[in-house]
């Protein structure tokens, strides 16, 4: 039986491990094209474990189609061949989900900003400017088509403190970022939008609990509320197949509160909650709730 997704192609950054990864093997599962990037090529090279092979390949086994690509995303060359490459060998992009983010190894530790390296900042150049590179490529696919959906991954962070300031920043950004590309997009059917994930279950994470426990006490990190990194993937599957997605493009969206409307559970059939009440709710809105607003 063909999966909703048959004959789809996407690509999502960020994927040899992680939330990305979760979200590849989900939208394989329902039979797309899924091109998985990231630096992780060989096994053990990173702490945590996950290539872009090993997901591409586990995509293959759930019926899609894995292409491992390896990406640096901060470079702009190897993200300009990668479009290149999709466009040759398949000839349109339908999904894209900016999901890379160059995370910190002292991002969950103690200390305020200035107790911190200034290389922190490259989460802005790969988690901000680098959404909007492979958006900017994606666009010059989608916009002859008359097609698409992209897709940001962000979180809660983007109207309350989480971990630290250059995290919030980039968050914030995206959001923004995702509406108005969104606006630009409009005219020519392609959807663009921001998800807010709350705790997920990554290897990272798991690594971070064991190795601070009091962490569990917290509302952004109670396991209580995580989720698996397949659940926002089975979401953004759910509005690639919605005829009526572009009803949804500028908005930023808590990804449980998406998911209850499509009645999509967790991989183990627990349903997510939202986390809005005790963490806040998003700012944008889907333009179509808010005509002519700085148009």
Same mark, same amino acid.
């Given at each position: 039986?063909?999966?909703?997704?048959?004959?789809? $192609?996407?690509?999502?950054?960020?994927?040899?491990?992680?939330?990305?990864?979760?979200?590849? /093997?989900?939208?394989?599962?329902?039979?797309? #094209?899924?091109?998985?990037?990231?630096? #992780?090529?060989?096994?053990?090279?990173?702490?945590?474990?996950?290539?872009?092979?090993? #997901?591409?390949?586990?995509?293959?086994?759930?019926?899609?189609?894995?292409?491992? $690509?390896?990406?640096?995303?901060?470079?702009?060359?190897?993200?300009?061949?990668?479009?290149? +490459?999709?466009?040759?060998?398949?000839?349109? /992009?339908?999904?894209?989900?900016?999901?890379?983010?160059?995370? @910190?190894?002292? /991002?969950?530790? @103690?200390?305020?900003?200035?107790?911190?390296?200034?290389?922190?900042?490259?989460?802005?150049?790969?988690?901000?400017?680098?959404?909007?590179?492979?958006?900017?490529?994606?666009?010059?696919?989608?916009?002859? +088509?008359?097609?698409?959906?992209?897709?940001?991954?962000?979180?809660?962070?983007?109207? #309350?403190?989480?971990?630290?300031?250059?995290?919030?920043?980039?968050?914030?950004?995206?959001?923004?970022?995702?509406?108005?590309?969104?606006?630009?997009?409009?005219?020519?059917?392609?959807?663009?939008?921001?998800?807010? +994930?709350?705790?997920?279950?990554?290897?990272?994470?798991?690594?971070?609990?064991?190795?601070?426990?009091?962490?569990?006490?917290?509302?952004?990190?109670? @396991? /209580?509320?995580?989720?698996?990194?397949?659940?926002?993937?089975?979401?953004?599957?759910?509005?690639?197949?919605?005829?009526?997605?572009?009803?949804?493009?500028?908005?930023?969206?808590?990804?449980?509160?998406?998911?209850?409307?499509?009645?999509?559970?967790?991989?183990?059939?627990?349903?997510?909650?939202?986390?809005?009440?005790?963490?806040?709710?998003?700012?944008?809105?889907?333009?179509?709730?808010?005509?002519?607003?700085?148009?």
């Amino acid at each position: 039986m063909a999966g909703k997704l048959e004959g789809k $192609v996407a690509v999502v950054t960020g994927a040899s491990r992680g939330i990305g990864k979760g979200i590849a /093997l989900a939208l394989g599962a329902q039979g797309a #094209t899924v091109y998985v990037t990231g630096r #992780t090529v060989t096994p053990g090279s990173y702490p945590l474990p996950g290539t872009v092979g090993e #997901t591409a390949a586990e995509i293959d086994k759930r019926g899609g189609k894995g292409v491992a $690509v390896a990406v640096d995303h901060a470079d702009d060359a190897q993200v300009a061949a990668l479009f290149d +490459q999709v466009k040759r060998e398949r000839g349109r /992009l339908d999904i894209l989900v900016n999901n890379a983010f160059a995370l @910190p190894e002292d /991002l969950t530790e @103690p200390g305020s900003f200035w107790e911190k390296p200034l290389s922190n900042w490259q989460m802005v150049d790969v988690g901000v400017r680098s959404n909007f590179t492979a958006a900017w490529h994606a666009a010059q696919i989608m916009v002859p +088509q008359k097609s698409g959906l992209i897709v940001a991954i962000s979180g809660y962070v983007g109207v #309350t403190y989480t971990y630290g300031v250059v995290f919030g920043t980039c968050k914030s950004a995206v959001d923004r970022m995702a509406r108005d590309m969104a606006i630009e997009l409009e005219p020519h059917n392609i959807a663009s939008l921001s998800l807010w +994930q709350g705790l997920t279950f990554t290897e990272r994470a798991h690594r971070n609990l064991a190795r601070n426990p009091e962490m569990k006490a917290k509302t952004v990190t109670n @396991p /209580l509320v995580g989720c698996s990194p397949e659940h926002p993937g089975l979401v953004i599957a759910a509005l690639a197949t919605d005829p009526e997605v572009m009803k949804r493009s500028g908005g930023t969206f808590i990804t449980a509160e998406v998911a209850q409307d499509y009645g999509i559970v967790d991989i183990d059939g627990k349903v997510i909650p939202s986390l809005r009440e005790q963490r806040g709710a998003p700012i944008w809105k889907p333009i179509s709730q808010e005509p002519g607003r700085g148009r």
